[in-house]
């Protein structure tokens, strides 16, 4: 009994955390249409505020509390400044990548200047717990549950009694109307960016605190969970984030006391996904809405692909086949087997959102799952690596597209938000479900890539292996585009309404373009696996999916030889320019920033 | 009696209401095989909300629809693309980035068999596997459609052939609606439903679309026409019904409709007494 109110108090406490971050994402999207990705970031950001405010000028509680909103506020208004603004008249996925591009760069920052090592964050308030009933509580909670209080009060004030506050009710519900009333948009955009970075920020800190802990990994987690408890309560419905929230900090709170802490996660990104199934709208509004819009503009940017000629691709190809027969370094070789791998990889996603327009943050679990099915297959049941390869490429077809298949009734935002979560549940059940995965330990002995029982050892088989392959996936995904089902791809990406209208099943299609692609992914994880020898389930993570979305936007959605340019040029420009390590991640996000922002239709052009 | 045996298509009660609105309020409708209706109403009349309803790209609250003597109220709107049902949309849905002759080649979609046996569960992997490989059945098909296109385009003079290969969204407003109505005819429609074909055509365009309209319906076509140009209804109509606030407030030949003292106060009255009118709706 006292333990069941223990976990309610801190579920509650949880929940009210997790209702700072997620009002801010339905303030945001209420007046924009945009899930925030970079509200983590500012929390993050908040966090280590909070740290410098406490540890290095060892501020009082009030003061690092009005010290973290202000600093934090000041990021949100930079980011609607400089990254979001100038897209505002540009195609919808625009502004979806920018706020990608813009959390990976601030996380990264975070990383570069604080390093990934987790620092203590020392709770400025007494350690003392009072008897609640059979509970306790703790002057912390208090604090917490407070702060969520007194913000959601003046958030009250603000949108009920204020000019500004009228002035944000009316651009959420017509934008458009606002405008012609003399609403100043920008400002309102300022406001409510400003407010969710200063309550996101409070609330990295109080959990910082909380834990007694920061560390960088703290942001995604902090996006997830606050897009988890946005959905729910329905997006851009404030009252209904803060119920979603408080909801998801319970379930979480309980599942844990059922089944233990690493399952934590799961609980949220379950709920997320059969929220988004069975009520996309959330829990409260009505299933039934009007049907949308058209919608005016489309969600790529409309742009004619380069034509390279066939024979040039014919002498890349070949140029690229003969070159270990020159001396080149290993170092080359290797890095062109990384490029020929993160090629399929951006040949899958390129597919699936270029073409087919699902822009998936989850990919990185189609490579797991590949790389787990083929090391498993070789070590356990003794089959052949490159029978076991393309078992990887057809279990990730299979599984990946039976994962992702919750989310075809999903547009946009929502896509990348259930493939994010379902990216993470891969991850998670495969750390968890130790008779089969080992668990945290990971597999290692992965046997050596082999043809025909011959073993690819040397760098030089394994370049030719991996290029052949790569080669082989792109020509039949060239093959595909140029079918009925290319057109019909294209189609239901461009307008999915007017698509059904005219016989096509979004989820036969997805299905398609999702069995297609998850082959290519799975394919690559397996090669990687039996490359490395030694994979576990951190082997794959969201930086390979962030790393794989840059690829594709810098080679153009949808364009097949792009993907394999973009590969080259993201895994070979660094080391031509002896990038360090660290910095390359920093890299990729601002390359992403900048294409978005300068060159949407990437360099060879969408398809 | 005659007339309803014979109905291809039969809306019955059939609402749809949005919160306190009632868009689409107890329409019954008989629509008989080559029979061209028009449905005309002020903007807001909840027309098409009808069109939504009928092509299932929304579903009613109350009646239902059949087609062909079937009941088809709530089927989604692939499966009655398959019946044979086809529309153009009001602000236009064209696909942007997708050539003219890829956005008519959608339309025949539910036409293609080579490519996309009717097998259950491993049907999709059929598809992908017969695109990929491409056996001389499959590319016969996509070759006699092609040609089928462009016997369809040709319909539209030299509006649209010329631009066959150029993506949708460089095309004029003009000719996306007519791409619309290409697509719609490459479904080979036993039934076509058409929202406003000529929004934002000049008189010439308007002109050269009810020529087009007028040939559809000598060979035989069934269609449900959206128009607010009240000469080419009157012109090629066989009745006309007009909806208001949700209602049908009048129905029958185009002569009589426009005499109708409810449709006279159905589009003036708006303008004239708005708010009373409101009100004792209320």
């Known amino acids: ?607 | 009696m005659e007339k309803q045996l014979h109905a291809m298509l039969s809306l019955r009660g059939l609402t749809r209401r949005f919160g306190g609105l009632t868009a689409v309020d107890a329409i019954d409708l008989d629509l008989a095989r080559g029979e061209l209706i028009s449905i005309i109403g002020p903007n807001g009349a909840g027309k098409t909300t009808l069109f939504n309803l009928v092509t299932g790209l929304d579903r009613p609250d109350a009646g239902t629809v059949s087609f062909e003597g079937q009941d088809i109220t709530g089927l989604p709107p692939e499966r009655l693309a398959a019946e044979g049902i086809a529309r153009t949309f009001q602000l236009g849905r064209v696909f942007g980035n997708l050539s003219v002759m890829d956005n008519v080649l959608i339309g025949a979609h539910t036409r293609l068999r080579a490519v996309k046996p009717a097998v259950p569960v491993i049907g999709p992997l059929l598809e992908l596997g017969l695109a990929l490989l491409r056996p001389s059945r499959v590319r016969a098909e996509e070759e006699r459609l092609r040609e089928e296109v462009k016997a369809i385009l040709a319909r539209f003079g030299e509006r649209l052939l010329p631009r066959i290969d150029q993506p949708a969204y460089s095309l004029s407003y003009a000719n996306r609606r007519r791409v619309e109505i290409a697509r719609a005819l490459a479904l080979k429609p036993r039934l076509l439903l058409l929202d406003e074909p000529t929004a934002g055509m000049n008189p010439t365009e308007t002109a050269e679309m009810q020529g087009l309209v007028a040939e559809l319906k000598a060979e035989g076509l069934t269609i449900l026409l959206i128009e607010h140009k009240l000469e080419m209804v009157m012109r090629l109509s066989d009745r006309v019904i007009v909806m208001d606030e949700g209602k049908k407030i009048a129905e029958g030949p185009g002569e009589q409709v426009r005499t109708d003292p409810k449709v006279i106060e159905a589009y003036l009255g708006h303008g004239l007494s708005g708010t009373t009118e409101q009100e004792s709706a209320a």
Do not use: C
Request: avoid cysteine; charged fraction near 10%; charge should be positive.
């Open chain 1, 1 to 607: 009994m006292s333990s069941w109110l223990d976990h309610t108090i801190n579920g509650l406490i949880v929940g009210n955390v997790y209702a700072l971050v997620a009002v801010g994402l339905a303030l945001i999207f209420g007046v924009s249409r945009l899930i925030n990705f970079a509200q983590g970031s500012i929390y993050l950001v908040g966090a280590y505020i909070g740290w410098i405010a406490v540890v290095q000028l060892h501020t009082p509680l009030p003061l690092t509390i009005i010290v973290v909103a202000v600093a934090a506020a000041i990021v949100g208004l930079i980011i609607e400044r400089f990254g979001l603004r100038p897209l505002q008249n540009s195609v919808r996925i625009a502004p979806l990548l920018a706020t990608i591009g813009i959390s990976f760069v601030l996380d990264q920052l975070v990383m570069l200047i604080f390093s990934p090592n987790p620092r203590a964050l020392p709770s400025q308030l007494p350690d003392v717990r009072f008897q609640v009933g059979g509970g306790t509580i703790g002057p912390l909670d208090l604090l917490i549950a407070g702060v969520g209080l007194t913000s959601a009060l003046l958030l009250f004030v603000f949108l009920r009694y204020t000019k500004l506050g009228w002035a944000v009710r009316a651009t959420a519900q017509d934008r458009d109307a606002a405008m012609q009333m003399g609403v100043d948009v920008n400002r309102v955009n300022q406001a409510v960016f400003g407010i969710a970075a200063a309550l996101g920020g409070v609330s990295g800190m109080l959990v910082g605190m909380y834990y007694n802990q920061i560390d960088t990994a703290m942001s995604l987690q902090a996006t997830l969970k606050g897009v988890v408890a946005e959905v729910v309560g329905g997006a851009g419905n404030v009252p209904g984030a803060v119920i979603g929230s408080l909801l998801l900090g319970l379930v979480e709170s309980y599942g844990v006391a059922v089944l233990g802490t690493s399952y934590r996660n799961l609980f949220a990104f379950l709920l997320l996904v059969v929220v988004l199934v069975v009520r996309p709208n959330g829990l409260f509004v009505s299933a039934r809405q009007a049907p949308p819009e058209p919608l005016t503009g489309t969600f790529i940017a409309p742009s004619r692909p380069v034509n390279i000629p066939r024979w040039a691709l014919l002498v890349a190809v070949a140029g690229f086949a003969i070159l270990p027969l020159f001396p080149v370094s290993f170092y080359v070789l290797q890095t062109l087997i990384n490029a020929w791998l993160l090629g399929m990889l951006g040949l899958s996603l390129t597919l699936v959102a270029g073409t087919m327009g699902q822009v998936s943050l989850g990919h990185a679990a189609l490579l797991a799952i590949g790389a787990y099915t083929s090391a498993l297959l070789s070590l356990v049941l003794a089959v052949p690596a490159g029978l076991a390869v393309i078992g990887g490429g057809l279990m990730s077809a299979a599984l990946g597209t039976l994962l992702i298949s919750p989310s075809f009734r999903l547009r946009g935002h929502y896509v990348s938000i259930a493939t994010l979560a379902i990216g993470e549940i891969v991850a998670l059940v495969i750390l968890n479900w130790e008779s089969v995965t080992r668990g945290p330990i990971g597999i290692s002995g992965i046997p050596p890539l082999a043809l025909f029982g011959y073993d690819l050892i040397s760098p030089t088989s394994v370049y030719w292996f991996s290029l052949a392959v790569m080669v082989v996936l792109a020509l039949l995904q060239g093959r595909l585009l140029t079918s009925h089902l290319g057109r019909s791809f294209r189609a239901i990406r461009d307008d999915d309404i007017a698509a059904r209208a005219y016989g096509l099943s979004l989820n036969r299609y997805k299905s398609i373009a999702f069995i297609f692609g998850g082959f290519a992914a799975g394919v690559s994880g397996g090669i990687a696996a039996h490359l490395y020898s030694y994979i576990n389930h951190e082997t794959f993570n969201t930086q390979q999916s962030i790393l794989a979305l840059t690829v594709v936007i810098l080679g153009g959605l949808g364009n097949v030889v792009g993907a394999i340019v973009g590969s080259v040029a993201l895994v070979g420009l660094p080391e031509v320019f002896r990038i360090a390590a660290e910095y390359r991640i920093l890299i990729y996000g601002i390359v992403l920033l900048l294409l978005v922002r300068f060159r949407p239709q990437g360099l060879l052009g969408t398809v």
